[in-house]
T-cell receptor
Framework: DAGVIQSPRHEVTEMGQEVTLRCKPI?????LFWYRQTMMRGLELLIY????????DSGMPEDRFSAKMPNASFSTLKIQPSEPRDSAVYFC?????????????FGPGTRLTVT | AQTVTQSQPEMSVQEAETVTLSCTYD???????LFWYKQPPSRQMILVIR??????QNATENRFSVNFQKAAKSFSLKISDSQLGDTAMYFC??????????????????FGKGTKLSVKP
């Protein structure tokens, strides 16, 4: 299996621009999580889906952030407009509902820099 | 709300020796899971070991073992025979068992701030 795939791996953009991060979970996994990692706040949940339905979006910072999961094999996290404080590493993780002991499998992350 | 605390920002150990990383957590839940994840310089998050709260026996995975003290809400990681490849950030994480509207039982991970471990030759 290819593991969780995220694109792009690195993104540099200017303040005010729209940014879209993409994630392809492991086939057969019905949970998908978006986490953000910063030096100040560490690793924190943004949103997660179960069977393509958002279950908890309480970590989404504000209306500038939105996430979708149109099907079981694809999810996007969009930031519009982007701000310098959004600079972070964004991880996508997936997990099956049974058989893995609740292990979450992480993608390689997208390093976002907003200038 | 649940919180996870790792009180050691950095630690170092000589190759082949043993090191213990500390983690405490705060929760009112009775049914939950605990994890240690490793993040090497490559940035990839890798599961090291997991523990179900309902199990009294401490989990072990080869050179890695935990000391789970449920009453004290403590979950430390012991690495035996440390290797250079163990150099990484180590994150302790908590997940409560929930049941959502759709029947799913998995929640999100709540992470500590991490301990940076350096293994020296």
């Amino acid at each position: 299996d290819a593991g969780v795939i995220q694109s792009p791996r690195h993104e540099v953009t200017e303040m005010g621009q729209e940014v879209t991060l993409r994630c392809k979970p492991i086939s057969g996994h019905d949970y998908l999580f978006w986490y953000r990692q910063t030096m100040m706040r560490g690793l924190e949940l943004l949103i997660y889906f179960n069977n393509n339905v958002p279950i908890d979006d309480s970590g989404m910072p504000e209306d500038r952030f939105s996430a979708k999961m149109p099907n079981a094999s694809f999810s996007t996290l969009k930031i519009q407009p982007s701000e310098p404080r959004d600079s972070a590493v964004y991880f996508c993780a997936s997990s099956p509902s049974a058989g893995s002991g609740y292990e979450q499998y992480f993608g390689p992350g997208t390093r976002l820099t907003v200038t | 709300a649940q919180t996870v605390t790792q009180s050691q920002p950095e630690m170092s150990v000589q190759e082949a020796e043993t090191v213990t990383l500390s983690c405490t957590y705060d929760t009112s839940e009775n049914n939950y899971y605990l994890f240690w994840y490793k993040q090497p310089p490559s940035r990839q998050m890798i599961l090291v070991i997991r523990q179900e709260a309902y199990k009294q026996q401490n989990a072990t995975e080869n050179r890695f073992s935990v000391n789970f003290q449920k009453a004290a809400k403590s979950f430390s990681l012991k690495i035996s025979d440390s290797q250079l490849g163990d150099t990484a950030m180590y994150f302790c994480a908590f997940m409560k068992h929930i049941v959502n509207y759709y029947g799913g039982s998995q929640g999100n991970l709540i992470f500590g701030k991490g301990t940076k471990l350096s293994v020296k030759p």
